[in-house]
């Protein structure tokens, strides 16, 4: 398997412009999170899907942000308009199953974003 | 006060030497996970338990509940295990879901 892939690797945008992170899941995983990684915040949980429902948003920043998975082997991350307050790495992972201890997660390679 | 509290935030030591990374944690979970990030900022998970002791060769995790601590020893360190280190919890969210909830990490960098 070719494990969970993310494009684009890297993106550079302008302040204003809308950003689209994809993610392609580990085929049979019906978990998918969305993280976001800085310097000041460590790793933070945006959302999770299962079986492409989201489940926990709570950690969307704002309303520019939105997410969605409109199959179980695509989701995508969209920021629109971009601030340069949103520049991180943003990370995928899915999850055979979720719940209790059992389960880990495989990340993806991860997106850096930098709006200037 | 962050929910998850890793120690040392920056270490440097010696190939070879015996490695402690410390993780306290202070809310209930029924779970801790530890990961890797790689220089290249990939992420690995290391391990993932909730009472007692793992060990996957060099490396060593332990778990203490009722203390809300964990340790990630790594014995004979090697200079491929510069990494960033992060622990991770698995709470119950607000939403009544499970969730990880991770610190900061600990940079590692172990010199030959």
């Known amino acids: 398997d070719a494990g969970v892939i993310q494009s684009p690797r890297h993106e550079v945008t302008e302040m204003g412009q809308e950003v689209t992170l994809r993610c392609k899941p580990i085929s049979g995983h019906d978990y998918l999170f969305w993280y976001r990684q800085t310097m000041m915040r460590g790793l933070e949980l945006l959302i999770y899907f299962n079986n492409n429902v989201p489940i926990d948003d709570s950690g969307m920043p704002e309303d520019r942000f939105s997410a969605k998975m409109p199959n179980a082997s695509f989701s995508t991350l969209k920021i629109q308009p971009s601030e340069p307050r949103d520049s991180a790495v943003y990370f995928c992972?899915?999850?055979?199953?979720?719940?209790?201890?059992?389960?880990?997660?495989?990340f993806g390679p991860g997106t850096r974003l930098t709006v200037t | 006060k962050n929910e998850v509290e890793q120690s040392p935030q920056n270490l440097t030591a010696q190939e070879g030497e015996f490695i402690t990374i410390n993780c306290s944690y202070s809310?209930?979970?029924?779970?801790l996970h530890w990961l890797q990030q790689h220089p290249g900022g990939g992420i690995v998970s290391l391990f993932m338990l909730s009472s007692g002791k793992k060990k996957h060769g060099r490396l060593i995790a332990t778990i203490n509940i009722q203390e809300k601590h964990s340790s990630l020893h790594i014995t004979a360190s090697h200079p491929r295990d510069s990494a960033v280190y992060i622990c991770a919890v698995l709470g119950i969210s607000n939403f009544g879901n499970e969730k990880l909830t991770f610190g900061t990490g600990t940079r590692l960098t172990i010199i030959p």
């Open positions: 992972a899915s999850s055979p199953a979720w719940g209790g201890h059992r389960y880990e997660q495989y």
């Open positions: 809310v209930g979970i029924s779970a």
